[in-house]
């Protein structure tokens, strides 16, 4: 009746699972995710219920329940191996997801079983299934894995997740190692003071076995200029975990970030055989090769050009399959653009910056460096000015301050000077010229562009209320 499958949906939403934790399926690339995901139950030794838990979500997304549940059993078979003493308080996201699946094959009877099952533990817990969280901490925890997961919009979320956790159990290892993540992928690497590495640090005591947090820190030490320290740990991790893939992986991405080209390309071919279509192997080693084409033409003059092509290959093919494996992934559209650029090969640049710009995932940043990039291609590369200055603008228009903010900006300013100083009559320039200066805090020059754009179109509010809003601030 519909009565009852109108409770039953009360019911539900009140459940703490995947299904009440708004992770949208547009926000990520679902066959990546169940790949990686994937990879982790082969190559990951951390809790394999969050794992199991995941892909059965992931699994509900792209339309096989069955498979689901399947991945549903998986994660209550590992409670039963890693947690005998506690089953049903260990359950309960399980649980939840099993309640959701079930309403969604419209097998209300079984839904209802898995909500009562829910509910009852959360009265033995002495609380309601909404309030259950906040006495077990593993549920916050998990809820965090899953917006690691997820990808960047979520690192805020998961952060805010593992530090509920913490509050609980604050030596909890792996609440630490999924906070140090968050706080890793969240920070600025350039930045010098880093929050992440007393986290990082923090959590490799609590858990010398855990390499992944251990390559993390590696990582971390090497952008604060503490390279040969970082490279203890890494060699430290290859000794225990020879064969990891995703240890190999940042390995070789330290050793290319430290100019070691060939000492990551090893470690990239060696990971390969393992994980042949891995798009973040694809990518690395497209940056080593990109690295090594640098280094040749920074070396010599006039590099042999048969190498020089051989390189080129080389990027264009990894980067290649990067976004056919990954078709949301923007640096590798990103990167293949500026390669196909290096060879000249305009159209396809034009074709994979058009790729990029249909992704729907983009971040500010991303949208930022995407038409400030875009914007210098049709600038310098095919010398169309005035398409590159509306990509230009179009950085501006986010106004987030960024390192492509003000790239954006100070184009802007050579190009619209530039234009003005060979005679440009045109309103739009002298216009656009002021809000450069205007964001510069170059008052009186903005003022006097603006005048200049009135005087040249009187009928314009936009200049007229610029020069107002101008002249009201001195």
Not at 26 to 32: F, K
Not at 41 to 53: G, L, M, P
Not at 69 to 89: F, Y
Not at 198 to 218: G, M, Q, S, Y
Request: glycine content about 4%; proline content about 3%; overall charge neutral.
């Amino acid at each position: 009746s519909t009565f009852s499958k109108n409770s039953l949906k009360r019911s539900l939403l009140q459940l703490e699972c995947y299904f009440t934790w708004t992770l949208l399926k547009q926000d990520v690339d679902l066959d990546e995710l169940e790949e990686r995901v994937g990879h982790q139950i082969e190559f990951f030794t951390k809790s394999k219920i969050t794992i199991y838990n995941l892909l059965s979500y992931v699994c509900h997304l792209k339309n096989s329940n069955e498979e689901a549940l399947i991945n549903l059993q998986k994660a209550e078979e590992e409670v039963k191996k890693n947690h005998p003493d506690e089953i049903a308080r260990r359950s309960l996201v399980t649980w939840g997801n099993y309640a959701w699946i079930y309403y969604h094959m419209e097998r209300y009877e079984e839904a209802q079983t898995y909500i009562s099952k829910v509910e009852n533990t959360c009265r033995n817990l002495s609380s309601t299934p909404p309030q259950c969280k906040a006495q077990c901490p593993e549920i916050c925890a998990e809820e965090g894995w899953a917006f690691l997961n997820f990808g960047r919009k979520y690192y805020m979320r998961a952060q805010a997740c593992f530090e509920n956790a913490l509050q609980k159990e604050p030596n909890n290892p792996e609440f630490n190692a999924g906070y140090a993540i968050a706080a890793y992928r969240l920070e600025n690497p350039f930045k010098r003071q880093s929050l992440s590495l007393t986290a990082l640090k923090r959590a490799v005591e609590l858990d010398p076995e855990n390499t992944f947090i251990a390559v993390l820190l590696a990582l971390k030490l090497q952008d604060l200029n503490q390279t040969d320290e970082g490279e203890k740990y890494i060699e430290e991790v290859l000794k225990k975990t020879p064969d990891l893939p995703y240890v190999l992986r940042y390995a070789a991405k330290f050793y290319r970030r430290k100019g070691e080209i060939e000492k990551a390309l090893g470690f990239l071919k060696k990971t390969l055989e393992v994980t042949p279509n891995s798009s973040f192997f694809h990518h690395q080693l497209g940056l080593c090769y990109r690295s090594q084409l640098f280094e040749l033409k920074k070396a010599e003059r006039y590099p042999p050009q048969k190498q020089v092509d051989k390189l080129i290959q080389l990027c264009i093919f990894h980067f290649k399959t990067v976004i056919d494996i990954k078709p949301k992934f923007f640096y590798g559209h990103l990167d293949l653009a500026k390669m196909y650029i290096e060879a000249k090969r305009y159209k396809e640049a034009e074709e994979t910056f058009q790729k990029a710009f249909l992704i729907n995932i983009l971040s500010d940043g991303d949208k930022q460096e995407l038409h400030y990039c875009y914007g210098s291609f049709k600038h310098f590369n095919m010398k169309k000015e005035s398409e590159a200055i509306e990509h230009y603008l179009e950085v501006l228009k986010i106004k987030t301050h960024s390192y492509f903010f003000s790239k954006s900006k100070n184009a802007l300013k050579t190009l619209l000077e530039q234009r003005i100083q060979t005679g440009s009559r045109d309103a739009k320039d002298f216009g656009r010229l002021g809000l450069v200066y205007n964001l510069n805090g170059e008052t009186p020059e903005a003022i006097r562009c603006y005048e200049q754009a009135l005087a040249l179109c009187p009928d314009s509010e936009d200049y007229l209320s610029a020069l107002c809003e101008l002249r009201l601030s001195i």
